[in-house]
Every structure is written in C-alpha cells, then in structure tokens.
C-alpha cells in the first residue's frame, strides 16, 4: 500500500547520485575549493565537475566517481608538496 511507496521514494532518493561543482576561484555554483574535500565527500556514482584552476592531487578507493575537468591546458593537479604536475 501507501508505506511500500513511501518506502520506495526514500530508497531512491537515499541513493540519488549528486553532481559536485569544483572551483579553485569559488565561482558561482561551487561546493568545493580543492579536490580531496570533494572527492571526500563525494559517494559512488557521483560526478565531480571541475573548473579551470590548480588543485591538489588526491586518493580515490573505494568508490566510483566521474571527474570531468575543464581540459589539461587550464585545470592542474600538483602532486602534494610539489610544484609540478600530475600527468
């Protein structure tokens, strides 16, 4: 009856996947300024967007998350405690 819908409407929304905005200049939109916190936060099936700008490398286990970035021309991600690049 009506509980079995209620029940369904709480699962399926338990398990909605979100769409994370990254943004190093914290424009418009943004949830997060750098990657670990977001890809912290984020939960399987996620998808993090993320805006040109320089961030810091992070460690993905666990979970699957798409990561679109804004192209490698102007979207960086350093290596902690390095100046270089991630490629």
Do not use: E
């Not at 912290?40 to 970035?69: E, H, N, S």
């Not at 490698?72 to 100046?83: E, F, I, L, Y």
């Amino acid at each position: 009856g009506l509980w079995v819908l209620a029940l369904l409407a709480l699962v399926s929304a338990a398990s909605a996947q979100r769409v994370w905005v990254v943004d190093a200049w914290n424009g418009p939109g943004t949830h997060f300024l750098d990657l670990p916190a977001a890809v912290a936060a984020a939960q399987t099936g996620d998808t993090l967007l993320v805006r040109p700008g320089d961030y810091t490398a992070f460690v993905l286990t666990g979970k699957a998350l798409t990561i679109r970035g804004s192209g490698a021309a102007v979207t960086h991600v350093s290596r902690p405690g390095a100046a270089g690049r991630v490629q």
